[in-house]
């Protein structure tokens, strides 16, 4: 069941998405932190301490989701013409530093030496067992939003959830061993949970550092972006597509497309409106198209046909595009882009040219990178 389903129009659910989840997880992580603060101190056990400061970081934590959807909400303005979006990896970044600094606290208070007391009763383990069946809840609660809306802060309260329901099963399960075997488990259950905080903080903080300094486009988005350019009539190829995401409601992109360069400007023109109206209608993105003339016949096919022999030999996964032929004072130059990875871009170079210095020695192959994700 979608618990999101009735709500309205995108930008308006995801504000009351992100409110919901925001007091929700608030309320919800402060009552199960002061819970596990009176349990822990009831029963001795560090490792149920340990827990109720991961649920105070937590309470935190949808305090910062609240903060994060507020800004992030607000529309474009003269200095940021591409909105606020941002601003909820921003705080997601800060949530995952928290996190980090917690886990270590809490560890370091599993595995430094204290006072040995043990009062643990079955009752309790019932209680311990109910506060991670709330957990769990909670862990779905925010799942469920971040399928609605697409929220980094929410994938990241979303995987802090589940690795507190891991880490409180770790607990519970070492404090009933302790209680049936009185083998004293609690200071490893500790930091057993400690690690499962840190590892979560590390995952946040990459996620959205990676999105931060700019991932390649989703793969389904750039193939869907690609099929709509090429089903247009008079495109004959496309590369360089290349994806900017502020946000889940801001998205631009820019794609080089080949058109036959005997046609005229004003037919180029009509068909490139086409296609950016359609992107716009169909895949809500901006995309602005960058026209690359090429001359068809057999000259060219020819060409195309010795490239690709010689990238096959040199390396199947090379790819190239803007093959064309520059007439020059010394005859037609050959011209085309290679795309290799970066390090190993002048290498590769020499060798594709090797291959086909024979038949076009005038050759001028110039290097580009891969901006889209592949598959």
Same mark, same amino acid.
């Given at each position: 069941?979608?618990?999101? %389903?009735?709500?309205?129009?995108?930008e308006?659910?995801?504000?009351?998405?992100g409110r919901?989840?925001?007091?929700?997880g608030?309320?919800?992580n402060?009552g199960l932190?002061g819970?596990?603060a009176w349990?822990?101190?009831a029963?001795g056990?560090k490792?149920v301490?340990?827990?109720?400061?991961? &649920?105070l *970081?937590?309470a935190?934590?949808?305090?910062?989701t609240?903060v994060?959807?507020h800004?992030?909400s607000r529309?474009a303005?003269?200095?940021?013409?591409?909105?606020?979006?941002r601003?909820?990896?921003?705080l997601?970044l800060?949530?995952?530093g928290?996190?980090v600094?917690?886990g270590?606290? !809490?560890?370091?208070s599993?595995v430094l030496?204290?006072?040995?007391?043990?009062h643990?009763?079955?009752g309790q383990a019932g209680?311990l067992?109910?506060?991670v069946?709330v957990?769990?809840g =909670?862990y779905?609660f925010?799942l469920?939003g971040?399928?609605?809306?697409?929220s980094a802060?929410?994938?990241?309260?979303?995987?802090?959830?589940l690795?507190?329901?891991?880490?409180?099963?770790?607990?519970?399960? *070492?404090?009933?061993a302790?209680?049936?075997?009185?083998i004293?488990?609690? &200071?490893i259950?500790g930091?057993?949970?400690s690690?499962?905080?840190?590892?979560?903080?590390?995952e946040?903080?990459?996620? &959205?550092?990676s999105s931060?300094?700019?991932?390649?486009?989703?793969?389904e988005l750039t193939?869907?972006?690609?099929? =709509?350019?090429?089903s247009h009539?008079?495109?004959?190829g !496309?590369?360089d597509l290349?994806?900017h995401?502020y946000?889940?409601?801001?998205r631009y992109?820019?794609i080089?497309?080949?058109?036959?360069?005997r046609?005229?400007?004003?037919?180029?023109h009509a068909i490139?409106?086409r296609?950016?109206?359609?992107?716009?209608?169909d895949?809500?993105?901006?995309l602005k198209? %960058?026209?690359?003339?090429i001359?068809?016949?057999?000259?060219?096919e020819?060409?195309?046909?010795?490239?690709e022999?010689?990238?096959?030999a040199?390396d199947p996964?090379l790819s190239?595009?803007d093959?064309?032929?520059i007439r020059n004072?010394?005859?037609?130059t050959?011209?085309?882009?290679?795309?290799?990875?970066?390090?190993e871009g002048?290498r590769?170079?020499? =060798?594709?040219?090797?291959?086909?210095k024979?038949?076009?020695?005038l050759i001028?192959?110039? =290097?580009? &990178?891969?901006f !889209?994700s592949?598959g």
């Amino acid at each position: 069941m979608n618990l999101w %389903h009735f709500l309205p129009n995108p930008e308006e659910n995801r504000k009351r998405v992100g409110r919901l989840s925001g007091i929700a997880g608030l309320f919800v992580n402060l009552g199960l932190a002061g819970f596990k603060a009176w349990l822990g101190l009831a029963s001795g056990a560090k490792s149920v301490l340990a827990d109720a400061v991961n &649920n105070l *970081s937590d309470a935190l934590s949808s305090l910062l989701t609240l903060v994060g959807f507020h800004l992030s909400s607000r529309p474009a303005d003269d200095e940021h013409p591409f909105g606020h979006s941002r601003f909820e990896q921003l705080l997601s970044l800060v949530v995952g530093g928290l996190i980090v600094y917690l886990g270590v606290k !809490t560890l370091l208070s599993s595995v430094l030496p204290g006072e040995e007391s043990f009062h643990f009763s079955w009752g309790q383990a019932g209680l311990l067992f109910l506060s991670v069946a709330v957990k769990f809840g =909670l862990y779905l609660f925010y799942l469920q939003g971040d399928r609605a809306v697409s929220s980094a802060i929410l994938r990241a309260g979303a995987a802090d959830s589940l690795s507190d329901v891991v880490g409180t099963m770790s607990v519970l399960l *070492s404090l009933v061993a302790q209680k049936i075997f009185g083998i004293r488990l609690d &200071n490893i259950a500790g930091a057993v949970v400690s690690l499962f905080i840190l590892k979560t903080g590390y995952e946040v903080i990459k996620d &959205n550092v990676s999105s931060l300094l700019g991932q390649s486009a989703d793969k389904e988005l750039t193939q869907k972006v690609i099929r =709509l350019v090429e089903s247009h009539e008079g495109i004959l190829g !496309t590369h360089d597509l290349i994806i900017h995401q502020y946000g889940p409601f801001q998205r631009y992109a820019t794609i080089d497309c080949e058109m036959d360069a005997r046609q005229t400007l004003e037919k180029a023109h009509a068909i490139v409106d086409r296609i950016e109206r359609s992107a716009q209608r169909d895949l809500d993105v901006q995309l602005k198209v %960058h026209i690359d003339p090429i001359l068809p016949g057999i000259k060219r096919e020819n060409a195309i046909h010795a490239v690709e022999e010689a990238l096959a030999a040199v390396d199947p996964k090379l790819s190239y595009h803007d093959l064309q032929f520059i007439r020059n004072i010394k005859g037609d130059t050959l011209t085309f882009d290679l795309v290799v990875p970066e390090e190993e871009g002048e290498r590769l170079k020499a =060798l594709v040219e090797e291959k086909l210095k024979k038949d076009y020695p005038l050759i001028d192959i110039r =290097l580009d &990178n891969q901006f !889209t994700s592949q598959g």
